[in-house]
């Protein structure tokens, strides 16, 4: 017994705040949202368990089928925008642009909207998208003699999946550039010398390369996507009506809005059930146990 403590007694003090941390920070908020997501919980912060019937709620709200449908719609093309529009930017700022310093100050000046707080950032696209002349898209439209349009009414699907995977790109394409970087050049120059295009040298040697930090961004971005919403919040507050509402906004709307705190824990802890089993699939889909396996070169 006296072994065994004494081995463990180093990596609990290093470890053991860290732990706490995580627990406080991470576990214990998601075992709170589980009980409170089966209660009746209101305003007045009284409540009495009352089984599947908020979940039952939500299987019957007229609007669910409309709000699921953004989220899909939402984390998909978001999605898409934040892994493959960062992967290119990172490509674009390592392997064709040679030169460190350039690099460096392209991806310096596309980080700047991601350490601006979100309030300038959503102004910035609301000056964009103003639905009066001086707005930046009808300013454009004005050239062409065309008349203004309300782009954050008629488009606001579109509007907010630009905004949230213009600024998602960037921490993309920190992780892409990296990686890239650690590539060794000598597998660049034997493929140019063998003749490959870049085409094949991005398809044979690049993204096999970033196989490892192209599920890590994924999987992080499509976490973050599933939770946030404020600047769907900033831009639109999820209209009109439910047009650009989510289920992250929804969550926080039942809550901090219509004060049924009971029904926003269940929305939330569908949100925390989904997250797992898109980290399981992605997992079993970049087929990590072989990744994280030990080397078979004896």
């Known amino acids: 017994m006296g072994t065994v403590l004494k081995r463990w007694k180093l990596p609990a003090i290093m470890l053991g705040p860290f732990v706490i941390l995580i627990f406080l920070f991470f576990f214990l908020p998601v075992i709170l949202i589980a009980i409170i997501a089966f209660t009746n919980m209101d305003s007045a912060m009284n409540w009495t368990f009352n089984g599947l019937t908020n ?44 030169k460190e310093s350039v690099g460096l100050v392209f991806r310096t000046i596309w980080m700047l909207p991601r350490i601006s707080p979100p309030v300038v950032y959503a102004l910035l696209w609301l000056w964009f998208f103003d639905p009066s002349a001086y707005g930046v898209l009808n300013s454009l439209r004005a050239l062409v003699h065309m008349s203004p349009v309300d782009w954050l009414t008629t488009h606001p ?43 094949a040298i991005i398809r044979d040697i690049i993204v096999p390369a970033v196989r490892w930090p192209l599920m890590f961004v994924t999987l992080w971005q499509f976490l973050s996507l599933l939770t946030s919403y404020e600047y769907i919040l900033l831009l639109t507050k999820g209209g009109p009506l439910f047009d650009s509402e989510v289920l992250a906004l929804y969550s926080f709307h039942s809550a901090f809005k219509n004060f049924e705190f009971g029904y926003g824990a269940a929305v939330s802890l569908v949100l925390v059930i989904v997250a797992l089993l898109f980290s399981f699939v992605m997992w079993k889909f970049f087929r990590m146990e072989k990744m994280l396996g030990s080397s078979k070169i004896e």
Do not use: C, E
Not at 67 to 75: D, H, P
Not at 178 to 186: G, L
């Open 157 to 199: 699907m579109t509007a907010i999946i630009l905004a949230n995977g213009v600024i998602g790109a960037s921490y993309g394409m920190i992780i892409f550039s990296s990686a890239i970087k650690s590539i060794p050049r000598d597998l660049f120059q034997a493929a140019m010398v063998d003749g490959a295009s870049h085409w």
């Open 55 to 98: 979940f039952h709620k939500l299987v019957t709200d007229p609007n669910i089928v409309q709000i699921i449908k953004n989220t899909v719609l939402y984390l998909g093309f978001t999605l898409l925008i934040n892994v493959g529009f960062g992967l290119a930017l990172g490509i674009l700022t390592t392997y064709f642009v040679q």
